[in-house]
């Protein structure tokens, strides 16, 4: 006999996997349409640092004159973006599920106490089976992000329309940054995810496809899962 | 959480149902992708593309009030360096006193109007955030006869009821389509001035298209023919794999 747990609900197991490519194909149409006026560039005291992007990478992916392809598929899949975001958000409040998302009083520390672990700085035993503090406040920053991609792609998108959205933004070129840098953002994040996600094992991730954990039979009080 | 008893087999089994929906629903995404990018293309845009970006303009113009208002700037704010994007259907030369606007009313029906003409009709100015769909904006400063005046002027009204306008160059290299709202707009001029002078060769001269509330890929530099149809009217970019509407 075997004990599960059951983790993430099918609806959120859903909006996680089809914003996979979704934001995937968002991610690559942005960067097709960023390549048109490549302007943006980390510089200290007037020393270029870094440039968004150095020819040799879009060279290696293949970026140059797909302007009007990045439009077309930024413009189709950014429905689907847009709806899956909201019916993830709407269903997270509807369920409940926010209790286990919003950050609480101890997310702080506890994101703290997290990070030094990670860094094998100080042991750390996560009491939590589905979120731990650092995931609270990282998954519930990825949603304000995506919140503000829409924001800002719609401030892009139709100033003139939502005139009130490019204002809020500070106008229309600072729309467009915030707009790229919420982009560098997710791609951060997906790093970051990915290297948690594998150090979690096997058990840990299996549990976004199937929504359970199985718990190990000799440590029914102690389950070190987490992301 | 919740916790459930199940034999093993049982948890095989549900594991092993998870991940053949979930392999297969990762195959039909590929696939479905490789499919998009296989349809026939129409003006340089896969179907399913284009359908998307025709359906987005059927939204914008249902759900948007066309009349909205692009801000303005005071001209102190307006770009003295004006960028330079683009030179299709500017390549003859041109001379100010031969040149006409041809307004085709009707099959052997079209109108020409000489520049002397249209700058005796009044004249507005605007300051505006000139958008290019390449990303880059610049505040910019232009003059000219607003459209909806010329349109009164001319008596164009029965024409002005068609859906779309049309407008090339005098060699036809250069060509756009403007959905009828947008060529209205209170913004949209005629445009034979900029930053207060007579337009530069390479910025349109004499009259060019502004219209605020389009990417500069509609702004068409040296006007030379101006129809009107309920069909859309080939645009040079269009045809190239953009979106028709291009509006904001």
Known sequence: ?227 | MEETTFTKRQVLRKSAISFAIFILVGFMVYFGYQWVKRQPKIAGAPRPLRESLNFNEQVSSRLFDSSRLVKEYPVSAAEKKVRFNGSDGLRDSVNSGTWRLRVVRSAGDTLQISLSELKALPKKEIVFDFKCIEGWSQVTHWGGVPMKTFIDHYRLGPESQLKYMGLQTPDKGYYVGIDMPSALHPQTLLCYEMNGRALPLREGFPVRLIIPVKYGIKHLKRIGTMFFSNEKPPDFWAERGYDYYAGH
Not at chain 1, 31 to 52: C, E, H, P, R
Not at chain 1, 82 to 109: C, D, E
């Open chain 1, 1 to 227: 006999m075997k004990t599960i747990v059951k983790k993430h609900p099918l609806a959120i197991r859903w909006f996680h996997w089809i914003n996979f490519p979704v934001l995937a194909c968002m991610i690559w149409s942005g960067l097709l349409i960023y390549w048109a006026n490549d302007v943006y560039k980390i510089t200290v005291g007037g020393k270029l640092l870094f440039k968004f992007f150095p020819e040799s990478f879009y060279k290696a992916l293949n970026v140059p004159f797909r302007l009007a392809e990045g439009m077309s598929w930024h413009f189709a899949m950014m429905w689907i973006f847009a709806v899956n975001g909201l019916l993830y958000v709407l269903y997270t409040f509807l369920s409940g599920q926010w209790r286990y998302l919003l950050p609480n009083r101890r997310s702080m520390k506890e994101a703290w106490q997290v990070l030094l672990h990670d860094l094998r700085i100080r042991r750390f035993e996560q009491p939590f089976l589905k979120y731990n503090g650092a995931q609270r406040i990282a998954y519930t920053t990825i949603l304000v992000m995506g919140v503000g991609s829409l924001i800002t792609g719609l401030a892009i998108y139709k100033p003139v329309q939502f005139g009130f959205l490019t204002w809020l933004c500070g106008g229309y070129e600072w729309a467009r940054l915030e707009h790229f840098a919420l982009t560098i953002g997710y791609v951060l994040f997906f790093l970051v995810h990915i290297v948690q996600v594998a150090k979690a094992g096997w058990n840990n991730f299996q549990s976004i496809i199937t929504g359970f954990e199985v718990k190990k039979p000799a440590a029914d009080t102690k389950t070190t899962d987490k992301h």
